[in-house]
């Protein structure tokens, strides 16, 4: 069996192998944390569009405030990350 070092310890190869691919495996994130990443990005993106009602300039309604909140409260849902309700814009 071809041997190499690894780290200054001559290593069977396929043994180091088979350990890196564990160590890759276990750096992948998880769904979830995926899930939860794209779901804060789509949330930011929607407060996004309506920050220019924020401006001190503009009166935002009563509705828009809602949603803005809403949107701010989706981490906080039950279902997050895999399920999540959006708000509706008004």
Do not use: C, H
Not at 6 to 12: H, K, N, P, Q, S
């Amino acid at each position: 069996m071809p041997k190499k070092y690894v780290d200054g310890v001559l290593t069977d190869t396929s043994d180091w192998d088979n350990e890196q691919a564990a160590r890759d495996i276990a750096a992948e994130p998880s769904a979830d944390t995926l899930n939860a990443k794209y779901n804060r990005e789509e949330r930011d993106r929607r407060l996004a569009e309506t920050d220019y009602l924020a401006f001190t300039d503009n009166t935002m309604t009563s509705e828009m405030q809602t949603y803005r909140q809403a949107l701010r409260d989706v981490p906080s849902q039950s279902g997050f990350p895999t399920n999540v309700t959006w708000p509706t814009k008004p």
